[in-house]
């Protein structure tokens, strides 16, 4: 009795990938890399901010929920009275150059 081949037949290990899939392979870890570099640049700055409006958000915006851009909205509206690095944070991130200008 013979046996049957195999279905789908079995390729050698070389076989089973194309030659472009190691190519893509690497691009997709590499856009992986930097896509976490950017995420770790991101949660930088988002602590930076809170270190530097924590208490221009006790005293201007605690009453206000957070969320949907409510608190970054709340700390523009009182641009001018906050602390000197917490105006340049909220200033470079909603794009009003006229708070940062006069240094």
Known sequence: MSRS??????LPPQASRPP?????????LAALGI???ATAAVADDREAARKACVGDYKKFCSG?????????????????SLEPAC?????????????????
Do not use: H
């Not at 081949?5 to 079995?10: I, M, V």
């Open 35 to 37: 896509l976490a570099t």
């Open 5 to 10: 081949p195999a279905f789908p037949p079995r």
């Open 64 to 80: 206000v929920m957070p969320g949907g851009g409510r608190v970054k909205k709340c700390l523009a509206d009182n641009l001018a």
């Open 20 to 28: 472009a899939g190691r190519a893509l392979l690497r691009t997709g």
């Open 87 to 103: 105006r340049e944070i909220v200033a470079r991130n909603t794009g009003d150059a006229k708070a940062t200008q006069g240094k």
